[in-house]
């Protein structure tokens, strides 16, 4: 009766393993056909160690179980995963580091706790999983997502690190065979379970670190533009300011001038006069670009940038001035897409530079970017594209960032020697 309870753990170890790890994983399908692929996938490699697990023995199986279930399982689940790089890596190997932790410390409290065998491996197994799964999803989840959409250095490190203490862990816990059979290694094996989950705490210390160092280099961003774009709206209410203080000191003159034309019956000069007069005036009518006033606001300061450079700006832009979305947040999406084109047009010849940008608020807000480049243009395995120079790529995430939390939609091309990158708000 007691050997039942031990074979119950085994599907329900591996079943909770891979709860884990749809825990801390995004997946490129939705979650429908996700669970069919991870249980096409997953499911023959589970039945195929539990059935070695009844047939060699929790032991064997233990000692062979990077073989038969942890590799297997990491190679077929690549395919599903968003971040197929050292993100999916790292994640996987920390939640199996994970799971056999808690398989390791049930198996010796069972061991050496009073009372029938396997009952008790069973019962703390059946409570554990579902209490660290509770905490991770309910606490761990959202904040290590953010992670992994923000921070994308340093994760191959850290895979090796998580590669080395799981199969450090596994040998010391089953070679030359179970550690309750090895009673004078037992205190060793203790000091690495317990030194597991510091390491681990420590590492997600650095990584939610890093990610504060992100948010804060994009808020520090945002505030230069913002600053930016507010000089650059004083200078431009000085500059037609001083021209209107011009057009009042000169009125009194083209009053008499025109008088006098008129005076002499010249209408068709008068005419002329007040025509050249209009143009004057129009000097002093800051160009709008389209009529939300916050908008408005980014795109001339990033126009007027861009058309210092040497940037023809070609821009179709149909926003009102009220929106059903937070204009502060979008505005900030638009300002980083402009500076990527900026950037990236630099590179040509000064004849070549060229922006387009067209934008429509009906029936949903799109919004859409084109610019020559020269070069070639990588993308990652999600299609964003690569940067090219180390401390670039803050305005890629910042984007995918508002997608990620608005549900917004971005799409990234190069073709022809233009690269698009088109948003779609869905309102």
């Known amino acids: 009766m007691t050997t039942i309870w031990k074979d119950l753990t085994a599907p329900l170890c591996i079943a909770h393993t891979l709860v884990l790890f749809t825990i801390f994983n ?36 233990g000692q062979l179980a990077i073989l038969t279930c942890v590799i297997p399982g990491m190679l077929v689940e690549v395919p599903l995963a968003k971040y197929r790089d050292g993100r999916y890596f790292f994640t996987f190997l920390a939640v199996c580091t994970v799971s056999t932790l808690i398989i390791g410390v049930t198996h010796i409290l069972d061991f050496y706790l009073p009372g029938e065998r396997f009952i008790f491996m069973f019962v703390s197994r059946f409570l554990a999983y579902p209490a660290v799964e509770w905490v991770s999803f309910r606490r761990l989840r959202e904040p290590y997502l953010e992670v992994q959409r923000n921070v994308t250095g340093g994760w191959w490190l850290l895979t090796a690190i998580s590669a080395m203490f799981f199969v450090a862990y596994v040998v010391m816990f089953d070679y030359p065979a179970l550690i309750t059979r090895r009673p004078a290694e037992l205190p060793s094996m203790l000091l690495v379970m317990a030194s597991i989950p510091l390491t681990y705490v420590g590492i997600f210390v650095v990584l939610f670190r890093q990610l504060d160092a992100s948010r804060l280099r994009e808020r520090e961003q945002l505030l230069q533009s913002q600053v930016a774009i507010l000089q650059q709206r004083v200078d431009q209410t000085a500059r037609t300011e001083e021209l209107l203080s011009i057009q009042r000191h000169d009125l009194r003159h083209r009053f008499s001038a025109l008088d006098g034309l008129l005076e002499q019956g010249d209408v068709a000069a008068a005419r002329a006069y007040i025509a050249s007069a209009d ?27 861009a058309e210092a450079e040497g940037i023809r700006v070609d821009a179709e832009l149909d926003f009102p001035q009220q929106l059903p979305v937070d204009v502060a947040e979008l505005s900030t999406v638009f300002a980083n897409a402009l500076e990527n084109a900026a950037n990236a047009v630099k590179e040509l010849p000064e004849g070549e530079r060229v922006i387009r940008c067209r934008g429509i608020h009906e029936p949903q807000i799109m919004f859409s970017v084109k610019n020559p480049y020269a070069g070639e243009v990588a993308f990652d395995g999600q299609g964003r594209p690569l940067a090219k120079k180390p401390g670039h790529g803050l305005g890629v995430r910042s984007i995918e960032a508002y997608c990620e939390k608005h549900g917004a939609y971005c799409d990234y091309e190069a073709a022809d020697g233009w690269f698009r990158v088109s948003i779609l708000v869905q309102v």
């Open 26 to 61: 995004e997946f490129r399908y939705p979650k429908k056909k996700t669970a069919l692929w991870l249980a096409c996938l997953v499911g023959p490699i589970a039945c195929i160690n539990v059935g070695l697990y009844l047939l060699l023995g929790s032991e064997r199986i």
């Open 279 to 305: 143009e004057s005036l129009a000097e002093t009518k800051p160009r709008q670009w389209c009529k939300n006033s916050v908008l408005n606001a980014v795109f001339a300061y990033y126009f007027a940038r």
